[in-house]
């Protein structure tokens, strides 16, 4: 794994009845749901959740008539605290848990992966660093494509192929990671380049394989149907043209053209394929990101 980022171990601050603060305003807003449980009695549910963010993991509870069951493991919720705080035996009263169904602009999506589903936590850590450097519109276009909680976990944790480099599982994320940061590092280096599309670019350009392979009951991934027929290109360009529809996401066009043409284009596809040869610079770094790695890795 590459070490090009200097990160401080993030700090998880289980919440307890010695520690809570109390005024929750201190805490995270938006939380990773990585368990639910709904208890029913004659009259009402006692539902149970823990919550994960880098900065507080918390179990919650809260008691109501009709339990909203749209909350899956996965999702992002966001609780909404009763007007006293209280905690008890390591649990914490709420009032009730939201699930947010819109894409935050300014959210960290890998401030929310659990140790569950990646335990490499320098892995996240130089990840949730790249997301820092992304502009307003290419974070929101990155939160708008993986809000959904399934899909993102694939993208963390599905390999980049079947066999060879970045064949285990998170290969795709250790790809990203390192495409984007090699993109990030190459603009410094070329003025007109944008940086920040380099970075985006380089943390989806493999991003549809969280779609193209599955993780089969024994463990093993495995190609899916929509892999071997359309590959995670199409895919992604899918994904992209759903987010930004869906979620009104504002990017010029001049820069949206621009990372589509990055993610789409190849250096080496004969002309009748149709396949558009890279004319913007961060293609044409994203175009030749394979041999610098393995440069860079030899």
Known sequence: MNSHFQHHKPVMHPVDDMDFPRNPSMLP?????????????????LCTATLYHERAKMKVSWTTSKPDLRLKVGDLVAPRWLFTASCENGT?????LVRMERPEPWENLFHTVPCDWVDDRQLIAQAADLIEALPRPCRYLFNAIF??????????????TLSGPHSDECGTLYR????????????????????????????????????EFRQVASGEWKQS????????KITLIEWIAEARAMWNV???????????????????????LG????????????????????????
């Open 275 to 298: 396949s558009r040869k890279s004319t913007v610079l961060e293609a044409a770094l994203l175009a030749n990101m394979g041999s610098s790695i393995a440069t860079q890795e030899m």
């Open 29 to 45: 807003k938006i939380y990773r749901l990585t368990s639910i449980r709904n208890d029913q009695d004659e009259r009402l549910t």
């Open 147 to 160: 809000w959904d909680g399934q899909r993102f976990r694939r993208y963390c944790t599905a390999p980049s």
């Open 176 to 211: 990203a990671v390192d495409v984007a940061f090699l993109l990030e590092q190459m603009a410094k280096d070329h003025v007109i380049a944008d940086a920040g599309l380099g970075i985006l670019a380089g943390l989806l350009h493999d991003a549809g394989k969280a779609d």
């Open 225 to 232: 149907d929509r892999g071997r027929l359309l590959g995670h």
């Open 92 to 96: 914490i009263r709420i009032a009730r």
């Open 250 to 272: 504002l990017m010029p066009e001049e820069n949206y053209l621009s990372l589509l043409h990055s993610l789409s284009c190849s250096a080496s596809a004969p002309d009748w």
